[in-house]
């Protein structure tokens, strides 16, 4: 059983910038089995979609159009924590985000399902 917890989440004006951090516990097998960690955020009213996502195989990362080239997506193995660097935040990235892990996977092009453990989320709000 793997446990994530988000951090980092808060209030910006737009233009600003925000670290998230999602610390991951509670697997022996968590750093030595082929995992993908993604990113995604859920504003009310609307469904939760992906938002960046790295493949621990080869470190290649997976960005959504609507973030690429102010997000970056990044993770510390040996202190099991993924992160989240969002620069030049609009108001349209006002949401709940939240961390999950994909185990077992061998890549990152895998449906929701795939992404078995979730955290708790962290609030994002950009006021314009």
């Known amino acids: 059983q793997v446990q994530l917890v988000e951090s980092g989440g808060g209030s910006v004006q737009a233009g600003g910038s925000l670290r998230l951090s999602c610390a991951a516990s509670?697997?022996?097998?968590?750093?030595?089995?082929?995992?993908?960690m993604g990113w995604f955020r859920q504003a009310p009213g609307k469904e939760r979609e992906g938002v960046a996502s790295?493949?621990?195989?080869?470190?290649?990362?997976f960005y959504a159009g609507s973030v690429k080239g102010r997000f970056t997506i990044s993770q510390d193995n040996a202190k099991n924590t993924l992160y989240l660097q969002m620069s030049s935040l609009k108001a349209d990235d006002t949401a709940m985000y939240y961390c999950?892990?994909?185990?077992?996977?061998?890549?990152?092009?895998?449906?929701?399902?795939?992404?078995?453990?979730w955290g708790q989320g962290t609030q994002v709000t950009v006021s314009s």
């Open positions: 999950a892990a994909a185990p077992g996977v061998s890549g990152c092009r895998v449906p929701l399902l795939a992404y078995q453990y």
């Open positions: 509670g697997s022996s097998g968590y750093s030595s089995s082929s995992y993908c």
């Open positions: 790295i493949y621990n195989g080869d470190g290649s990362t």
